[in-house]
């Protein structure tokens, strides 16, 4: 693990849901509706992470089937138990180098994981070689270069402001490919060919600071990992300098938004 991604701490299925699943559940049929990809095919997600792209495609592509892999067992086992559906079989898996046979799968998907996976142009290689010829690929990320997760800009922008190593650890700072251009550019790379991309934004509403604030402190992801790392009275601070800055409606929510970038192509 590099030093930066020292804080990622994927584990935990209930604490991820509540930092980030619930935002990736919003985004998920937002990209399917884009994707646009037919009824009766066979799926491969990559990074299923506890289920919320598998969920969607589920409820809204009809797969004939749906294979779903991620690094992390305590995620699988909730993505397992949250979507239990004959057509879905979930199991450990890396991106990086897929147990599938080349030329397996009509469709493979991958939301909010490649900027996670070291090696990215292996992970897209990977994916265009399980793909059937013409089969579809598509993935998105966070628009982190770009400020466009405003939950996760303010955090680390008050984070940084105590913190000088803070800034180092941001997701703007480590992921800066995050741009449309970038990501075609991969795509490209990779193969694919018709390469497309789009912007996905859904609202982030938190009820009140706290609804804001809680999931920071259960340590799942980059800046929760950040988060818990810190001494009780630095944690404080942090806490202190964001109930301040942050802008608020009258009943005391926070609205705010978060745009992910989408890509997609077709095999060769
Ligand atoms: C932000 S989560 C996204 C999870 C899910 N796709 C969603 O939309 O909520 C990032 C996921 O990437 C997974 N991941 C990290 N490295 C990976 C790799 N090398 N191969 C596949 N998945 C990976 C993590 O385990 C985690 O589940």
Not at 185 to 206: D, K, Y
Not at 209 to 218: A, G, I, N, R, V
């Amino acid at each position: 693990m590099s030093d930066q991604s020292r804080h990622d701490a994927w584990a935990e299925g209930e604490n991820y849901d509540a930092y980030m699943g619930r935002w990736s559940r919003q985004i998920a049929p937002g990209f399917l509706d884009w994707f646009d990809a037919p009824p009766g095919l066979d799926w491969l997600e990559v990074g299923c992470g506890t289920g919320a792209l598998s969920g969607a495609i589920l409820a809204k592509a009809a797969p004939r089937s749906l294979q779903a892999i991620d690094p992390s067992a305590g995620f699988v086992a909730r993505a397992r138990e949250t979507h239990a559906d004959a057509r879905a079989d979930f199991t450990v898996g890396d991106a990086r180098a897929l147990a599938l046979p080349d030329a397996s799968r009509d469709v493979i998907v991958s939301g909010l994981v490649l900027n996670f996976v070291p090696d990215r142009p292996g992970a897209l290689a990977e994916m265009a070689r399980v793909a059937r010829p013409e089969g579809r690929i598509g993935f998105y990320v966070w628009d982190y270069p770009g400020g466009g997760v405003e939950f996760m800009r303010a955090f680390w922008t008050a984070a940084a402001a105590l913190d000088p190593e803070a800034r180092t650890l941001s997701e703007d700072v480590r992921f800066p490919f995050c741009t449309p251009e970038a990501l075609a550019s991969l795509a490209r790379e990779a193969g694919l060919a018709a390469v497309e991309s789009a912007e996905i934004t859904v609202s982030t509403v938190f009820r009140d600071f706290e609804d804001f604030w809680t999931p920071f402190t259960l340590g799942t992801g980059p800046a929760p990992g950040y988060c818990v790392g810190l001494a009780p009275a630095a944690r404080a601070r942090l806490r202190e300098r964001l109930e301040a800055d942050l802008p608020r409606q009258a009943d005391g929510s926070i609205h705010l938004a978060a745009r992910a970038w989408a890509i997609r192509g077709r095999a060769s």
